[in-house]
């Protein structure tokens, strides 16, 4: 009885699978998350200046009702007119570059053209590795901070970064502070014009020690935040608090219980209700009657005797789930994990849950990258389960969603309804993505169908969609923050358009903007002086540390992105105006 309790209780599946679907809190984190809890509950005055600077950042709206379409007249094509053009500035180099020296506009000026050149940028790494060689590593890393991580790094520690940050919080702009070592230069996956951010790396997996020491250096930046920029944000990628390989199989795991509520559903009405769960769980499990009729009790929560996919995804945990495999009758079993296997992610999930708290005892939010699709179903599953725990009073966990999943907007309504359930806040950062050559590699690999949207404007129709949940739902609710992370003016016009059309205030809305340091100054600048919030993603580390990160954004700088030779025309232009006379000190 007691077995058939803990499985009752155990059961109920949320896991994004690789098509971005729902999924939910794994029971190996259970432990982990129920201290944080109890220690948050402990330690809520240490985070009371984030609280008040959250309690401006609220919209005040009646309650939603549920997942619901938003009716917004606004024209969100590219030929929506003058509603679109809310911001006049971001074509003025006078706004854009204030705050630069002549010194500063020169560097990224040619910085921005030796980007232009597909050779050096091809070679990046092997000529690297040469320079160390012939001149020295101390006199490459010298010629690196006065050209790119110059550029593109705000500093090696926070008492080097913080100039940088004092000085965007002058313009109006905030932090969201990343450590941007990377554990060595090779480039796993190919260089892909058409990504707005370049992959990262997939930190390399040598041992579990290893993975608490990246743990130290998270906290270090999370402290970072704290002293430096108060109402920032930390960056942290869950590849690097455990074996990547172990995380792509949890996914897999995840995948297979997200495909199971499918299998469940045979009328395809997108409901399981108690008699196809009987006849399907005695087939696919080996339970008896009891046990499957205590399983479906245990998944609706509304005693409707009928689950929806949001029942379904709340309640099953990963190592119940994995029970459940090991005791299928079908090739359900060969995803299960061993009981070392399972350790070694309680372990993981265990650091991201001691991140979570250390974030949520200084006051910091902390903002989980979005990764390749096959990492992605485990992350979200322990982010989703940590926004539960402490996205309470205000959203203090930001998951991130790339618009060019083809399931990214299901993926956006179905968390948003699982935070009204469940009476939390909603945090999200809102990307194109950055794997597309990979992902697509791998899906004509493996014979599966191609996540990623099929043309551009798919990617572009995606993001703009899901920028309309959000912000409906958050007028109608206030309960969620979403942060736009975007390079590409005309999403933000559109943003920006349909923000004015809800009544969305620029401070108290709830509505972020992000690009990263050394980029797209001309959109940054322009919103933080127009009163929106508006961030830079600050990353710092060690020269030799950050040379993988200097390389990508050299890459996502070449000739065939646009935006970047609009920026350095504007730079040229702006330098032209300064030795005329008409500019600011340098």
């Not at 040598?206 to 999370?222: G, H, L, P, W």
């Not at 940054?524 to 127009?530: D, E, M």
Request: proline share 3%.
């Amino acid at each position: 009885m007691a077995a058939r309790s803990c499985l009752s209780r155990g059961l109920a599946v949320v896991m994004r699978g690789q098509d971005g679907a729902a999924r939910h809190l794994p029971a190996m984190a259970c432990a982990a998350t129920t201290a944080a809890r109890t220690k948050t509950g402990t330690n809520k005055g240490q985070a009371c200046s984030l609280r008040r600077w959250a309690s401006t950042t609220s919209t005040t709206a009646s309650s939603a009702t549920g997942v619901f379409n938003a009716d917004v007249n606004v024209d969100l094509s590219a030929e929506g007119g003058p509603q679109l053009r809310e911001l006049q500035g971001f074509d003025d180099p006078a706004i854009a570059f204030e705050s630069k020296s002549i010194g500063e506009l020169a560097r990224a000026y040619v910085v921005f053209g030796l980007c232009r050149s597909r050779s050096l940028v091809k070679h990046s790494a092997s000529l690297y590795e040469l320079s160390n060689k012939i001149l020295g590593r101390a006199a490459t890393a010298a010629a690196l901070r006065a050209t790119f991580f110059g550029h593109f790094c705000a500093g090696e520690d926070e008492d080097s970064i913080r100039p940088t940050v004092q000085l965007l919080q002058a313009h109006g702009i905030g932090g969201i502070l990343d450590y941007a070592a990377e554990s060595d230069l090779g480039v796993e996956e190919p260089y892909d014009p058409t990504s707005v951010n370049q992959p990262a790396q997939v930190p390399k997996y040598t041992s579990e020690s290893d993975c608490d020491s990246r743990v130290a250096i998270f906290k270090d930046c999370i402290l970072a935040v704290r002293n430096v920029t108060p109402e920032g944000f930390a960056a942290i990628k869950v590849t690097a608090l455990g074996d990547p390989k172990l995380l792509r199989r949890v996914s897999q795991a995840i995948t297979a219980a997200r495909n199971l509520f499918q299998e469940f559903d045979t009328d395809n009405d997108g409901t399981v209700s108690l008699t196809e769960f009987r006849a399907n769980a005695k087939r696919v499990f080996d339970l008896n009657q009891r046990d499957v009729d205590e399983l479906f009790a245990a998944l609706d929560s509304d005693q409707s005797e009928v689950l929806d996919y949001v029942e379904w995804s709340n309640t099953l945990r990963v190592a119940q789930m994995m029970k459940l495999m090991q005791q299928s009758n079908g090739p359900l079993a060969k995803e299960s994990l061993s009981n070392e296997e399972l350790e070694l992610v309680k372990n993981m999930f265990q650091r991201l849950t001691t991140l979570a708290t250390h974030a949520a005892d200084n006051g910091v939010r902390l903002m989980i990258d979005a990764e390749q699709s096959y990492f992605q179903p485990a992350i979200d599953n322990v982010v989703l389960s940590l926004q539960e725990i402490y996205n309470r009073e205000f959203p203090a966990i930001f998951n991130t969603y790339q618009a060019y999943l083809k399931s990214s907007l299901t993926s956006v309504q179905h968390d948003i309804e699982r935070a009204r359930r469940h009476g939390y806040h909603f945090g999200a950062k809102i990307v194109r993505g950055a794997y597309m050559v990979a992902e697509r590699e791998r899906a004509a690999k493996l014979g599966l169908d191609d996540p990623i949207h099929d043309t551009l404007q798919d990617t572009h129709n995606s993001y703009d969609s899901i920028a309309k949940y959000i912000l409906t739902h958050q007028a109608r609710a206030g309960n969620s923050e979403v942060l736009f992370a975007t390079h590409n003016q005309l999403s933000i016009e559109k943003v920006t358009a349909l923000m004015k059309s809800l009544g969305l205030d620029r401070q108290t809305g709830g509505v972020y903007f992000g690009q990263l340091l050394g980029m797209a100054d001309h959109l940054t600048f322009t919103l933080g002086q127009s009163n929106y919030k508006a961030y830079k993603y600050v990353p710092y580390g060690q020269v030799h540390e950050v040379v993988p990160y200097l390389i990508r954004r050299a890459q996502e700088n070449g000739d065939m992105l646009g935006g970047t030779a609009k920026e350095r025309a504007m730079i040229g232009t702006e330098l032209r105006s300064r030795f005329r006379g008409g500019a600011p000190a340098p």
